[in-house]
């Protein structure tokens, strides 16, 4: 049961991530700079790959 | 905490993401600011921020966890910005390792990408500040007036008759030996044109070719046509297009401008193409005028020859003469200094300036050589494409040369008896502690030139490469956007559609 939430939980996290992404990524090709300005994209890769991983 | 509340949570604060993303994209409020520091502020999203490095490498010193050192004159930053803005206010921190040698520090927006003009406005004025301190100082604002004599008590009393009455300020009448300015853009409308012509001297058809953009003073009688007639080659040895922007001035007015296309494209492939532009602009003024004449091009273009034009044509700042047959050159000039360029190595040479020699040596590098006897000088170059700059004027002949501009107080100034009254637009720094200085200028962005998002910004300390006099260390570049908020916009969006 236990285990069940905290998978959700980190399935969860693993979409916010990819929703975060695309809407960088997206805004980023939209509006060039937008986004690269203030955040390195590498870092929002490297969270989202580290929920991918605990999601497998 | 169950799934759905945490995915809740995490939606919301994804449409804040998306919300804050489309924020700073717009900045509703129309203000937004930006700070670049030396050394840099550890940052913990890692973007790379709007305020680029100062270039260029061999005149900055940039090191972690140092300040920016400049070492040479000009250097330059770009800003991103997400929108257009109108002003932008640019402070800059820094301390001053300079000599005597380099009293000016200058801090400017681009305006004109094909004659890389830069609007500047000072950061220090060390002339200001410390050289006339026997003088009798008013400062209203940033209005600074110097008088050697205490005869104006309110700046307003002294523009009011600089305006009204411009003959009686000086002794003599002679307003141009007797007022010194800087950075007076902004006060030009209480400023006199001061041409102290009593003959027009007559236009003689100049056929030294000139290459890309000049500017030329001119002067033309009540109710007299302004026609020219001028022949251009495009040497077609870029594959640009080399359009020809011709305009004429009369004070801070453009009265006229055409654009001649370059129909033929820009084939690169060096086939000269020659063209003639005759031009007819019928002047309704009523009096003996003074005009300026811009020819902005790029270095593909040169202008063969000048045909016909009102009167005799000074060339303002700069010169650059190519392809001459009948050598050697000469050119007059009032000015104390000229600073000679050349990127051709046939045309390394010895030049005349004042009836002295100068050695230009090498191409690719800029050499400055002063002059200080007073009156006309004659600048002789044996060989041409050589690119001459001055603060003032050049002429074709010394029986057509006449300088309009007022003394200005520059690095090359020398202290007149004659000189009265000094007029700038300036602030001093502030001192704030650590020997740091932090000064202030505010710059129009209206028509600054943006490419890529991004406005070019300088900061030039005159004759800092030429003389190896010390540097100067930055600590921040703070740069405050300000302009049209989105309420603004929405407003004349809907004003529009009612009319």
Same mark, same amino acid.
């Given at each position: 049961?236990?285990?069940?939430?905290?998978?959700?939980?980190?399935?969860?996290?693993?979409?916010?991530?990819?929703?975060?992404?695309?809407?960088?990524?997206?805004?980023?090709?939209?509006?060039?700079?937008?986004?690269?300005?203030?955040?390195?994209?590498?870092?929002?890769?490297?969270?989202?790959?580290?929920?991918?991983?605990?999601?497998? | 905490?169950?799934?759905?509340?945490?995915?809740?949570? &995490?939606? @919301?604060?994804?449409?804040?993401?998306?919300?804050?993303?489309?924020?700073?994209?717009?900045?509703?409020?129309?203000?937004?600011?930006?700070?670049?520091?030396?050394?840099?502020?550890?940052?913990?999203?890692?973007?790379?921020?709007?305020?680029?490095?100062?270039?260029?490498?061999?005149?900055?010193?940039?090191?972690?966890?140092?300040?920016?050192?400049?070492?040479?004159?000009?250097?330059?930053?770009?800003?991103?910005?997400?929108?257009?803005?109108?002003?932008?206010?640019?402070?800059?921190?820094?301390?001053?390792?300079? =000599?005597?040698?380099?009293?000016?520090?200058?801090?400017?927006?681009?305006?004109?990408?094909?004659?890389?003009?830069? #609007?500047?406005?000072?950061?220090?004025?060390?002339?200001?500040?410390?050289?006339?301190?026997?003088?009798?100082?008013? #400062?209203?604002? =940033?209005?600074?007036?110097?008088?050697?004599?205490?005869?104006?008590?309110?700046?307003?009393?002294?523009?009011?008759?600089?305006?009204?009455?411009?003959?009686?300020?000086?002794?003599?009448? +002679?307003?141009?030996?007797?007022?010194?300015?800087?950075?007076?853009?902004? &006060?030009?409308?209480?400023?006199?044109?001061?041409? +102290?012509?009593?003959?027009?001297?007559?236009?003689?058809?100049?056929?030294?070719?000139?290459?890309?953009?000049?500017?030329?003073?001119?002067?033309?009688?009540? $109710? #007299?046509?302004?026609?020219?007639?001028?022949?251009?080659?495009? &040497?077609?040895?870029?594959?640009?297009?080399?359009?020809?922007?011709?305009? /004429?001035?009369?004070?801070?007015?453009?009265?006229?401008?055409?654009?001649?296309?370059?129909?033929?494209?820009?084939?690169?492939?060096?086939?000269?193409?020659?063209?003639?532009?005759?031009?007819?602009?019928?002047?309704?003024?009523?009096?003996?005028?003074?005009?300026?004449?811009?020819?902005?091009?790029?270095?593909? @273009?040169? @202008?063969?020859?000048?045909?016909?034009?009102?009167?005799?044509?000074?060339?303002?700042?700069?010169?650059?003469?190519?392809?001459?047959? $009948?050598?050697?050159?000469?050119?007059?000039?009032?000015?104390?200094?000229?600073? /000679?360029?050349?990127?051709?190595?046939?045309?390394?040479?010895?030049?005349?300036?004042?009836?002295?020699?100068?050695? &230009?040596?090498?191409?690719?590098?800029?050499?400055?050589?002063?002059?200080?006897?007073?009156?006309?000088?004659? /600048?002789?170059?044996?060989? $041409?494409?050589?690119?001459?700059?001055?603060?003032?004027?050049?002429?074709?002949?010394?029986?057509?040369?006449?300088?309009?501009?007022?003394?200005?107080?520059?690095?090359?100034?020398?202290?007149?008896?004659?000189?009265?009254?000094?007029?700038?637009?300036?602030?001093?720094?502030? +001192?704030?502690?650590?020997?740091?200085? #932090?000064?202030? /200028?505010?710059?129009?962005?209206?028509?600054?030139?943006?490419?890529?998002?991004?406005?070019?910004?300088? @900061?030039?300390?005159?004759?800092? =490469?030429?003389?190896?006099?010390?540097?100067?260390?930055? =600590?921040?570049?703070?740069?405050?956007?300000?302009?049209?908020?989105?309420? $603004?916009?929405?407003?004349?969006?809907?004003?529009?559609?009612?009319?």
């Amino acid at each position: 049961m236990l285990i069940k939430l905290k998978k959700d939980l980190i399935k969860e996290i693993f979409y916010f991530f990819s929703a975060v992404l695309v809407l960088f990524v997206l805004s980023e090709i939209i509006w060039p700079n937008s986004i690269l300005a203030y955040v390195n994209l590498n870092y929002v890769f490297v969270w989202w790959v580290i929920s991918w991983f605990l999601l497998l | 905490m169950s799934s759905k509340r945490l995915r809740l949570i &995490l939606l @919301i604060f994804w449409l804040i993401l998306a919300g804050l993303i489309v924020w700073l994209k717009v900045v509703p409020l129309g203000h937004v600011t930006y700070i670049k520091s030396y050394p840099a502020k550890f940052n913990i999203l890692g973007g790379k921020g709007f305020i680029d490095n100062l270039t260029p490498v061999d005149r900055v010193s940039i090191y972690p966890g140092q300040q920016a050192v400049i070492t040479g004159d000009p250097v330059y930053f770009s800003v991103f910005t997400p929108r257009t803005f109108s002003e932008a206010k640019v402070t800059v921190t820094y301390q001053d390792n300079l =000599s005597i040698a380099t009293p000016i520090i200058e801090a400017g927006v681009l305006v004109d990408n094909v004659i890389w003009r830069y #609007q500047l406005a000072p950061l220090e004025n060390k002339l200001l500040d410390t050289g006339f301190k026997d003088w009798y100082k008013i #400062q209203s604002g =940033s209005t600074l007036l110097l008088q050697k004599n205490n005869n104006f008590t309110k700046l307003a009393d002294f523009l009011d008759n600089l305006k009204a009455k411009p003959a009686t300020i000086c002794k003599d009448g +002679n307003l141009k030996t007797c007022l010194v300015l800087y950075n007076t853009e902004s &006060l030009n409308s209480y400023l006199p044109v001061t041409n +102290n012509l009593e003959k027009i001297p007559d236009f003689k058809a100049i056929n030294i070719p000139l290459q890309g953009a000049h500017q030329f003073y001119f002067l033309a009688k009540a $109710d #007299q046509a302004l026609k020219f007639d001028f022949d251009f080659a495009d &040497l077609n040895l870029d594959k640009k297009s080399d359009p020809v922007v011709i305009s /004429v001035y009369k004070g801070n007015d453009k009265i006229y401008s055409t654009t001649i296309l370059d129909n033929f494209g820009g084939d690169g492939l060096g086939q000269v193409r020659n063209f003639s532009v005759p031009l007819v602009y019928p002047t309704l003024s009523s009096s003996t005028d003074l005009y300026k004449l811009e020819i902005k091009a790029g270095e593909d @273009i040169v @202008i063969k020859k000048i045909n016909k034009a009102p009167s005799a044509l000074n060339v303002i700042s700069k010169l650059h003469p190519v392809t001459v047959t $009948d050598l050697p050159l000469s050119f007059w000039t009032d000015s104390s200094f000229i600073k /000679v360029t050349t990127n051709n190595p046939a045309s390394v040479q010895t030049l005349s300036f004042g009836s002295k020699s100068f050695l &230009l040596t090498a191409a690719y590098q800029q050499f400055e050589f002063s002059n200080n006897t007073k009156g006309l000088k004659e /600048v002789i170059l044996n060989h $041409d494409d050589v690119i001459l700059e001055t603060d003032g004027i050049f002429s074709f002949s010394p029986t057509s040369f006449f300088n309009p501009e007022f003394k200005k107080l520059d690095q090359h100034f020398v202290l007149s008896d004659d000189a009265q009254y000094i007029l700038a637009n300036y602030e001093t720094p502030k +001192n704030l502690t650590g020997n740091l200085k #932090q000064a202030l /200028v505010t710059l129009n962005t209206q028509a600054a030139y943006r490419e890529n998002g991004k406005y070019s910004f300088m @900061i030039s300390v005159p004759g800092l =490469s030429l003389v190896k006099s010390g540097n100067m260390t930055i =600590s921040e570049i703070k740069v405050e956007f300000s302009g049209r908020t989105l309420w $603004d916009k929405i407003k004349d969006k809907m004003l529009s559609y009612v009319n």
